[in-house]
């Protein structure tokens, strides 16, 4: 059964850094696309960043410049660094794993999720 497993959210101030990272089981990240989502308070779960088999990326408008994906197949561990916090980026971020597609972020391409890691970030 495949899990995934994020750790490293938390609360911080505003210009704040974290780093998350999300841990996957029976499931091998070396030739999937994987992302991360965010999902505010009473709003939708969006596309943050993506990352395919090659290492390519894609980053949403909001993020980029301030957030890094990266992965490290041999752990099968994913990694969302986050600097610059901003009130803005205060959600509930779950990593997604999927097959070739998926750098669009369109979470139709993702068929594995893990259950979430809080941000809060204070101004």
């Known amino acids: 059964q495949v899990q995934l497993v994020e750790s490293g959210g938390g609360s911080v101030q505003a210009g704040g850094f974290l780093r998350l990272s999300c841990a996957a089981s029976?499931?091998?990240?070396?030739?999937?696309?994987l992302a991360w989502f965010r999902q505010a308070p009473g709003k939708e779960r969006v596309g943050v960043a993506a990352i395919d088999s090659a290492g390519s990326t894609t980053y949403a408008d909001s993020v980029k410049g301030r957030f890094t994906i990266s992965k490290d197949d041999a752990k099968n561990t994913l990694y969302l660094q986050m600097a610059n916090l901003k009130p803005e980026d205060t959600g509930m971020y779950y990593c997604?794993?999927?097959?070739?597609?998926?750098?669009?972020?369109?979470?139709?391409?993702?068929?594995?999720w893990g259950q979430g890691t809080q941000v809060t970030v204070s101004s």
């Open positions: 029976e499931f091998t990240y070396s030739s999937a696309c």
């Open positions: 997604a794993a999927g097959g070739e597609y998926g750098m669009d972020h369109d979470p139709i391409y993702f068929d594995y």
